[in-house]
Nanobody, 117 residues
Framework: QVQLVESGGGLVQPGGSLRLSCAAS????????MGWYRQAPGNRRELVAA???????NYADSVKGRFTISRDNAKNSVYLQMNSLKSEDTAVYYC???????????WGQGTQVTVSS
């Protein structure tokens, strides 16, 4: 069983930056998919950014050019650098890791990001 612990959320003004971290209790090198999702009140959970084993990345259109996902296998961690934050980025952000070949999926507990003046 892999446990994921997110950190780095908080309150920030529009235009500000935050860096989310997700630390895994096990080796992340076995996970071919690592991503960040978010869910705002009344909305469905949506994929924000994802990174594969080879470092290939994918972003939601709404965050392209502002958010950057990265992973550090040595630290068993995945990160989300969020710049130029907007009020519509306000949500609970969840870390997600998967081994799609084995059908294993793990979620973090979520961290709140609030963008407000």
């Amino acid at each position: 069983q892999v446990q994921l612990v997110e950190s780095g959320g908080g309150l920030v003004q529009p235009g500000g930056s935050l860096r989310l971290s997700c630390a895994a209790s096990g080796r992340i090198s076995s996970f071919n998919f690592m991503g960040w999702y978010r869910q705002a009140p009344g909305n469905r959970r949506e994929l924000v950014a994802a990174i594969g084993t080879g470092g290939n990345t994918n972003y939601a259109d709404s965050v392209k050019g502002r958010f950057t996902i990265s992973r550090d296998n040595a630290k068993n961690s995945v990160y989300l650098q969020m710049n130029s934050l907007k009020s519509e980025d306000t949500a609970v952000y969840y870390c997600n890791v998967q081994n799609t070949f084995l059908g294993r999926v793990y979620w973090g507990q979520g961290t709140q990001v609030t963008v407000s003046s």
